[in-house]
Nanobody, 123 residues
């Protein structure tokens, strides 16, 4: 199993910034491929925000966050980040980290999820 722990959420005023972090850990050897951030506003479905490839060489973003959010990763720390600038009311949501990973226990690639961190933007 791979555990993902998010941090960095909180309450921020519109126009402000937050940086989310997600650290992966496991009881067995593991390797992480693509990592992503999703978000789920109250009463809505969970949507993809940003994705970064295993080497960090390629990133993609939802249109709603392009130019404002930046995804990055530090493979030495097994951590992915989401820098969020110029935050808007509509960015309010629970943000979830996702990792596509394989462990030495199963040798099967699968998706893992964090528990989520709340981001609230006030106007």
């Amino acid at each position: 199993q791979v555990q993902l722990v998010e941090s960095g959420g909180g309450l921020v005023q519109a126009g402000g910034s937050l940086r989310l972090s997600c650290e992966a850990s496991g009881s067995t050897t593991f390797s992480i491929g693509t990592m992503s951030w999703y978000r789920q506003p109250p009463g809505n479905q969970r949507d993809l925000v940003a994705t970064i490839t295993a080497t960090g060489g390629s990133t993609t973003y939802a249109d709603s966050v392009k130019g404002r959010f930046t995804i990055s990763r530090d493979n030495a720390k097994n951590t992915v980040y989401l820098q969020m600038n110029s935050l808007k009311d509509e960015d309010t949501a629970v943000y979830y980290c996702n990792a596509y990973a394989v462990t030495s226990a199963t040798y099967s690639w699968k998706n893992y999820w964090g528990q989520g961190t709340q981001v609230t933007v006030s106007s």
